[in-house]
């Protein structure tokens, strides 16, 4: 059982391999938090000595003794307007105007499987072997229930959390704000670590010493986002990659975002998570319930590695639900930066031809195949071959290509019109504006009100009949703006705040959908590259660009931001030519390719522009990689070592029978030292040989001496060079 209530105790224990997570029901039906952290026993509430603290006020029932104040309490889902001035989880306008929201205990259900949410994605018990519990707790003045829903998978110690507002009373109710999650880590002291960027610049990490007042990551782009990634851990100030205590925060959500973290005037930390309450509300009518889409939560006392592997392994088993997840991805080509916009059919075939050359699975055409699209101004919403570029259609290039022995992949971006578009000028009223006002534009192109069931039912149409009369085996994606003008000329004047949101249950419908009738195409998400790289896509999707920056060594960064959340085999990683197009760096093929390697490796060049020996190259990398695919997708990920020089990092197979050691240069300096790195999670009574792959010589070490001693390489010298160690036990 890995939850337990102990009704004489009136205490709710959620318990996983290593975690133990706890709440108890107070006498006035308070639902208050006592504890996430390591296996432990007891009740926890002893931890909270009664504090009379001015200006923190008391409910009525206690107005003698003071000693109890929600302000100074830890809540496992805080109010608003009734006395906790720190972050508020639930805030409503109950009919009649008043504001804010009083949650207090009414019952509690504990069932075997795991909770679903109605148009949202969420983990599955993919195994049979997790649990739920719902606590419903109920504001009677306001005539509203909220089911606090946790999902419990004790052997992956993963707590997922969702929230369910019912209105149960008699007439309408609006939400202004309704949480995900609400965690109060009472004692400590942390630091917030979070993954900030910019379109060609992701996920870039960023650690800081958590100080009072809210921090912030969040989105109001409709998606979520170059700017702030979603997912964000809290870490003891001391902790490290192999030691401390580290929360990891992950939304499964795809739209905007918000997680704030504060610390209050008793140094005390709350977390509350979900959607973005910023120009968000929802009307309840009586008798309907509102979803707070989930959040995956996990807690590791062993450092910031433990705490990515947690996530690592429950993603592509738990919660991504495509057939690719666990299976092996095609090597493919993909045509923008070989093309861009500028190709005919003929040009498109010696591409792929190229792509056969050097061994890849699959061709992909990329963005220019539709309509009159000859550059990003037009014909977005126009899903028709482009009649000169593509003078039969799609079928003739799509059997020129399979009789290549390459599987077809093309590229969409369905969510998006432009106004030079025959959708457009037919359904001018289905793009987002404000009435009366110019919208914003980006790239030329505005975007689709996807809350609207007749839009989403036209992309789905398109979508469908695209891969029913082709043999399309991949799909790419593409979200390439922000939401502005969030307004649809089909809800009525006091919902419009639920536009957004209805737009990401619109996307996620239709995702759905697809994904369930074309289980066999292989779906790629991608925002721009990692504009919407969050766990709510991958639900759906088992990989997403992780950015429009292929140069290895800014990938370097971008990538090792995505390992603290993401697993490799959800990360889209291209070798391009050299010199970069996004920054103009030079660097070797090697460091391309092995930086590609760490993820689902593809291509995006023009075969036709390398030498021979590349060409030999990228045929022996390619027949390499399949070989260690199946210790890069479900090997263990260390981050080894990064600085201004180098960055490192490492796949250890679940057996510990292989390993791979990437080191890639960053910088170089005059009279260089040679390279000193600690290999980790190996057996250290294991006997290892490591083959460099530039000598080819095999040498023997225990496991031991490369994980204590570690491993000494020569200095580099020259442009981003690297160096790649094979690694196989005895
Ligand atoms: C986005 C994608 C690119 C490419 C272009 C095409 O920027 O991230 O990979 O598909 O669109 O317009």
């Keep these: 059982m890995s939850i337990i209530y102990d009704a004489g105790q009136r205490l709710i224990t959620l318990k996983t391999a290593n975690t133990v997570y706890q709440m108890g029901i107070d006498p006035l039906g308070a639902l208050l938090h006592y504890y996430y952290g390591p296996r432990a026993e007891g009740n926890f ?41 720190r972050l508020s989880s639930l805030e409503l306008i109950a009919a009649g105007g008043a504001y804010g929201a009083l949650l207090r205990y009414k019952s509690h ?45 004790e052997a992956r110690d993963v707590i997922t959390r969702a929230v369910r507002i019912k209105n149960t009373g008699e007439k309408a109710v609006r939400i202004e704000k309704a949480a995900s999650l609400c965690l109060d880590i009472p004692f400590g002291s942390w630091d917030h670590l979070h993954f900030h960027g910019r379109h060609a610049m992701e996920m870039q990490p960023e650690r800081s010493p958590l100080l009072h007042g809210i921090h912030t990551i969040s989105s109001g782009r409709g998606a979520s986002g170059h700017q702030h990634n979603p997912f964000s851990i809290l870490c003891g100030r001391e902790a490290d990659e192999d030691s401390g205590f580290c929360y990891g925060f992950m939304p499964v959500y795809s739209g905007n975002h918000r997680t704030d973290t504060e610390l209050d005037q008793a140094d005390s930390v709350r977390v509350v998570s979900g ?28 450092g910031l590695t433990a705490l990515s592997h947690i996530f690592h392994f429950f993603i ?12 092996e991805r095609p090597v493919l080509l993909n045509s923008w930066e070989a093309a861009y916009f500028d190709w005919d059919e003929e040009k498109i075939v010696n591409i792929a031809k190229g792509a056969a050359a050097l061994g890849a699975d699959m061709f992909v055409l990329d963005d220019g195949w539709f309509g009159r699209r000859d550059d990003d101004k037009r014909s977005l919403g126009d899903w028709y071959p482009h009649k000169e570029k593509l003078p039969g259609g799609l079928a003739p290039l799509i059997r020129r290509v399979n009789d290549e022995d390459l599987r077809f992949g093309l590229w969409v971006e369905p969510e998006m019109v432009n106004e030079d578009s025959d959708l457009f000028r037919e359904h001018p009223d289905w793009a987002l504006r404000v009435p009366g006002r110019k919208p914003a534009i980006s790239r030329d192109q505005l975007v689709l009100d996807l809350s609207r069931p007749e839009v989403c039912g036209w992309m789905y149409d398109t979508l469908s009949s695209l891969l029913r009369e082709h043999k399309i085996e991949y799909v790419k994606w593409d ?25 990401v249950l619109g996307l996620y419908s239709v995702m759905g959908r697809l994904v369930k009738e074309f289980p066999d195409v292989l779906f790629e998400g991608c925002a721009g590259g990692g504009g919407r790289f969050d766990a709510g896509i991958l639900a759906y999707f088992p990989q997403i660009w992780a950015s429009d920056n292929t140069d290895p060594i800014a990938r370097l960064s971008i990538q ?43 291509y995006e060049l023009d075969p036709a522009a390398l030498s021979k020996e590349e060409m030999e190259q990228i045929r022996a990398d390619i027949a390499r990689y399949r070989k260690l695919w199946p210790l890069i997708q479900k090997g263990h990920y260390f981050r080894l070592a990064d ?49 460099e792959d530039s000598s080819g010589t095999k040498r023997e070490y225990t496991g031991s001496a490369l994980m204590y001693a570690g491993y000494t390489l020569p200095p580099f010298t020259g442009d981003y060079p690297c160096a790649v160690l094979y690694i196989s036990r005895k």
């Excluded at 003008?485 to 919902?495: H, I, K, Q, Y």
Aim: charged letters at 20%; glycine letters at 10%.
């Design 45 to 85: 509430g002893y931890l909270y000595l009664p504090r009379d603290c001015g200006f923190s006020p008391n409910p009525y029932e206690m107005r003698e003794g003071r000693g109890w104040s929600p302000d100074t309490l830890p809540q496992e889902y805080s109010g608003s307007n009734s006395g906790d001035y």
């Design 109 to 153: 259900k504990i069932s075997d499987g795991k909770y679903e949410l109605e148009g949202l994605p969420a983990a599955f018990d993919g195994q049979g072997e997790a649990q739920t519990l719902a606590v419903t707790l109920e504001d009677r003045a306001a005539g509203v229930e909220a089911e606090l829903l946790y999902g419990v998978y």
């Design 275 to 302: 959607i973005n309450h910023e120009g968000f509300s929802w009307l309840l009518e009586p008798g309907e319930s509102f979803e707070a889409p989930e959040v995956l939560m996990a807690f590791s006392r062993d």
């Design 316 to 327: 592509p088993r738990f919660l991504c639900r495509s057939k690719y997840a666990l299976k």
């Design 479 to 503: 979200m390439n703006r922000s939401l502005s003008d969030v307004f649809s000329n089909t809800l009525p004047e006091g919902r419009q705040g639920e536009t957004a949101h209805r737009y």
């Design 560 to 602: 090792r931001g995505l390992s603290y959340g993401y697993p490799a085999c959800t990360v889209s990683a291209h070798v391009s030519a050299s010199p970069n197009h996004q920054t103009g760096r030079t660097t070797p093929l090697e460091t391309r390719t092995a930086v590609a390697m760490a993820g689902v490796l593809g």
């Design 643 to 691: 600085n201004g020089l180098y960055s490192a990092w490492q796949f250890v197979s679940e057996e510990r029978q292989q390993a791979l050691v990437s080191v890639a240069a960053r910088g170089t300096e005059g009279n260089p030292k040679p390279l000193h790195i600690r290999l980790k999670g190996l057996d250290p009574e294991g006997v290892y040989t490591i083959a």
